[in-house]
């Protein structure tokens, strides 16, 4: 029973936790969240499109533009941790510094706030898509003016990007 660790406080119990460890799990919440963000949104749309596609059969084909700007977001996860990933260097030796904490906490919340930020973005995008192909079901004449609206949504996803890369610039483990 000796080999036990007995931890008095959480922060005891988080700061024993390897700094690989969040840096890995950050790099997974990034592409985890990132499609899953993706899977809803193309979820949204797609089931709207299919329904006013009954309607207006001549919105199936222009109306995919909405599920590849929701495949978009999955792709902006892969970037992501493909990023974060390439901080990720061995290190000799098992003694953990200051340094390779602050390198994986680092890695862990950009990959967590690139996850959450491309979630949000999916189902924005998603939602976008919906009211684009029914108001294009209505009127032909909307498709641009809604369009425009998603490209701002997927906006989001990018400043998630954006934010996730300037928060990881100083994670180095070496």
């Known amino acids: 029973m000796g080999d ?5 406080g959480w922060g005891e119990l988080i700061g024993g936790i390897s700094p690989y460890a969040w840096a890995f799990i950050g790099t997974g919440l990034a592409i985890g969240l990132s499609v899953l963000g993706a899977a809803w949104g193309i979820f949204i749309t797609g089931s709207s499109l299919v329904g006013a596609a009954i ?3 001549r919105i199936r084909s222009k109306n995919l533009i909405s599920v590849i700007f929701c495949e978009a977001v999955a792709i ?3 970037i992501v941790s493909i990023i974060l990933q390439t901080h990720l260097d ?7 510094t200051a340094k390779m ?11 967590l706030t690139a996850g959450i930020g491309n979630l949000a973005c999916g189902v ?3 939602v976008c898509g919906s009211g684009c192909a029914l108001a294009d079901a209505q009127d032909g004449n909307l498709f641009v003016k809604i369009l425009v609206i998603e ?3 997927s ?3 990018i400043f998630a990007i954006i934010v996730a890369i300037i928060m990881s610039t100083k994670a180095n483990f070496e």
Do not use: H, R
Not at 101 to 111: C, D, E, L, Q, T
């Open 155 to 157: 906006a989001l996803g």
């Open 76 to 78: 902006y996860g892969v």
């Open 55 to 57: 309607k207006a059969p």
């Open 124 to 126: 924005c995008v998603g």
């Open 101 to 111: 904490k602050f390198a994986g906490y680092a890695i862990f919340w950009s990959g």
């Open 151 to 153: 490209i701002f949504a």
């Open 90 to 96: 061995p290190v000799e030796g098992t003694e953990v």
């Open 4 to 8: 036990i660790d007995t931890y008095f």
